[in-house]
Structures are given as structure tokens and as C-alpha cells.
């Protein structure tokens, strides 16, 4: 007879430790849901709030304050693809020393090709090398600064710009590492040592 209560004991408390596995699994999957949505909610606030006390970042064309570029992280820092939105018009483009905490070390091949609405660029002092046609065709383009970090630059990377640009170097004289044929008109629009 007592073994017959125990077994029924035994299926009760069965019973109500499964109910309550169930409801424990049941708050846990919500708190998993409410604990997303606030990383969320201040993972962006805090984004926001970064772009908002940057020193750099500010002065980029931001549409609400979001970053605009297109980037891939490396071992000594960031390389900038081109812009996200490949449609936004820009005509001041300046590129930040820093994207988060990386340092901007490089602009890919065709990373703003064909942008006719860029009129100027400011390149960051970090910056080593500018890519193969990184600015081809920006037909608006006219003025841009060379900063003396930038020891490789490829082919045809400034090439098909306004006939009115002038690209200006920090550098004495075109350094071994920029392609000889990075700018068709070098000899006609380029200032070195600036």
C-alpha cells in the first residue's frame, strides 16, 4: 500500500517539476526576447552617441548621422569599399582617420569610381594606400590633398576627373611605390610638396 502512494507521490511531483521546467523555459525565452531588444535599443543609442562626440566623424556628409561607408576590417586596420548606399550623392567626401576604433589605411580599386557628384576629397594623414581607379571618372572631382603617408597609389586611380582639378602632394616628388600611371595629367595638375 505505502508503495503504491510513493508511486503516486512520485507522479505528482513529476508533474509539478515539469510544470515548472516548462514555465522556467517559457521566462527565460522571454527575457532572451526583452534582453535583444535592449541591446538593440543601446547598441544604437550608443552608436549615435559615438558619431555625435567624434572628432572626425561629424564632418562627413552623414545622412542621420549613420556611417556612410562601406568598409572591411584587416589586421592594421580598416579599408574602405566605397559607400554603402551606392546611390548617395556626395560632393564634399572626406575620409575619416578612424572608423570606430581602426585606423582608415586604405581605399579598394573602384571604391568611388563614376561618383560624378564628388567635387573634393580630403584624405586622413593614416592613409597608406588608394587602390586602382578609387576615383576613375569622378568627372566633379577638383581638388584633392595627397597626404604624405600614402606610399602606394594604382593605376588610373585619379584619371577621368574635371579638367580643372588639381591634386596636391605632401611629397616632394612621386614616391616608387605610386603606379606611373596614376594620374594621366601629372605633370600639368599636380603641386608636389604642398
Not at 10 to 35: C, G, H, M, N, W
Not at 116 to 139: D, H, Q, W
Request: proline share 3%; charged share 30%.
Amino acid at each position: 500500500m505505502s508503495m503504491i502512494n510513493d508511486t503516486k507521490g512520485s507522479e505528482e511531483l513529476s508533474t509539478t517539476q515539469s510544470e515548472s521546467v516548462s514555465d522556467i523555459i517559457k521566462r527565460i525565452d522571454e527575457l532572451e526576447e526583452e534582453l535583444i531588444a535592449i541591446i538593440k535599443e543601446k547598441t544604437t543609442a550608443l552608436k549615435k552617441q559615438i558619431v555625435k562626440n567624434s572628432t572626425v566623424l561629424p564632418s562627413l556628409t552623414l545622412a542621420e548621422e549613420e556611417n556612410i561607408f562601406d568598409v572591411m576590417k584587416v589586421s592594421k586596420g580598416v579599408v574602405i569599399l566605397g559607400l554603402i548606399d551606392k546611390q548617395k550623392k556626395i560632393d564634399n567626401l572626406v575620409i575619416p582617420e578612424k572608423i570606430g576604433n581602426d585606423k582608415v589605411i586604405s581605399i579598394e580599386d573602384n571604391a568611388f569610381a563614376n561618383k560624378a557628384s564628388i567635387k573634393r576629397v580630403e584624405l586622413p594623414a593614416c592613409l597608406e594606400v588608394i587602390g586602382e581607379k578609387s576615383f576613375y571618372n569622378c568627372t566633379g572631382l577638383k581638388h584633392v590633398l595627397i597626404p604624405k603617408s600614402v606610399r602606394k597609389i594604382g593605376w588610373a586611380a585619379f584619371d577621368a576627373i574635371s579638367s580643372e582639378a588639381r591634386i596636391y602632394c605632401e611629397v616632394e616628388k612621386r614616391p616608387q611605390g605610386w603606379k606611373s600611371d596614376w594620374y594621366a595629367w601629372e605633370s600639368e595638375r599636380v603641386r608636389w610638396g604642398m
